[in-house]
C-alpha cells in the first residue's frame, strides 16, 4: 500500500439504487472498517441548498455550501447542524438535485478532502460514483456493482416505502434512468468503472450473496491477511 492508502480501502461504485449503501455497510461490519457514504456528502449539500433557498444554477452558492457543509455522522444518523436529516436526504426530489449539483467540478473539488479524511486504519469500504477512480485511485479492491434498472426500482420503491414516502414506480423508472443519464456523461468525474475494477451484477443477487462476492474478492487479494 503507498502513502495515498495508509488504511485499507475498499471502493464500490455503481449506478443509483444498486445497492450499494446496504453492500458497503454490511461489508465494513463484517471487517470491522469505517464507511464512507459519499452520495450523502451530495445529498447534504443539496438539502442545505434548498434549505437556503439556492438556485440550482447557483454555481459559486452551492460550491460554498458543500464547503461549508457541518455534518456529522454519529452511530448511522445522519445530522446537518445538528438536525438529524437521515430520512430527509433519501428524498427523490433532494437525490435529483444532488446529482445536478455533483455535475459542478466546484463543488466536487469541495468535497474532496472531506471524503479522503473518512480514511482510517484499519480501513474503510467506501460507496459512491467516483470513489475507485477519483477519491481512492489507489484502492486494492475496486467494485463496480450493477443490476438491471427493473431491480433497481423494485428495491429504490420498497425502500421509500418503507421510510414512508409515497412513491409511483413509473416515475421511480423514470427518475433513475434521467440519473444514470446524467450521472454517467457529466464532464467531471463521470459514473464509470475504473480500468481495475471488477464489476459484480446484482440483479439476480440478494444481499448476502453480493456482501459474500466482495468478501471473498477481498481475500483473494490478500488483504484479510
Ligand atoms: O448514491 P446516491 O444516490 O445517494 O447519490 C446521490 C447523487 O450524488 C447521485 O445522483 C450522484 C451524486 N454522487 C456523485 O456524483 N459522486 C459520488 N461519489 C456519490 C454520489
Redesign the pocket.
Known amino acids: 500500500m503507498n502513502k495515498q492508502t495508509p488504511a485499507a480501502v475498499i471502493t464500490i461504485d455503481g449506478p443509483?439504487a444498486s445497492g450499494?449503501?446496504t453492500i458497503a455497510s454490511r461489508v465494513a461490519q463484517h471487517l470491522g472498517w469505517d464507511v464512507l457514504?459519499?452520495?450523502?456528502l451530495?445529498?447534504l449539500t443539496a438539502l442545505n441548498a434548498l434549505r437556503a433557498g439556492l438556485h440550482a444554477e447557483d454555481v459559486e452558492g452551492v460550491a460554498k455550501v458543500a464547503r461549508e457543509l457541518d455534518v456529522a455522522f454519529p452511530d448511522g444518523r445522519i445530522l446537518l447542524e445538528g438536525d438529524d436529516v437521515s430520512a430527509a436526504i433519501r428524498q427523490e426530489n433532494v437525490?435529483n438535485l444532488?446529482?445536478r449539483i455533483?455535475s459542478y467540478p466546484q463543488v466536487r473539488e469541495a468535497l474532496l478532502q472531506r471524503q479522503r479524511d473518512f480514511l482510517r486504519p484499519p480501513g474503510l469500504v467506501a460507496?459512491?460514483?467516483?470513489?475507485g477512480t477519483v477519491?481512492f485511485p489507489d484502492a486494492p479492491l475496486k467494485i463496480f456493482l450493477v443490476a438491471a434498472v427493473e431491480a433497481r426500482a423494485e428495491r429504490r420503491y420498497k425502500q421509500l416505502r418503507e421510510k414512508g414516502f409515497s412513491v409511483k414506480m413509473t416515475d421511480l423508472l423514470e427518475d433513475i434512468l434521467a440519473?444514470d443519464a446524467?450521472?454517467s456523461n457529466r464532464a467531471s468525474?463521470p459514473l464509470v468503472a475504473a480500468p481495475d475494477a471488477i464489476t459484480i451484477d446484482s440483479s439476480h443477487l440478494n444481499i448476502d450473496q453480493t456482501v459474500q462476492a466482495v468478501l471473498d474478492l477481498w481475500s483473494k487479494t490478500g488483504g484479510a491477511k
Open positions: 443509483t450499494k449503501g457514504d459519499s452520495g450523502a451530495y445529498r437525490g444532488a446529482s455533483a460507496d459512491g460514483r467516483d470513489m477519491i440519473r446524467r450521472d468525474a
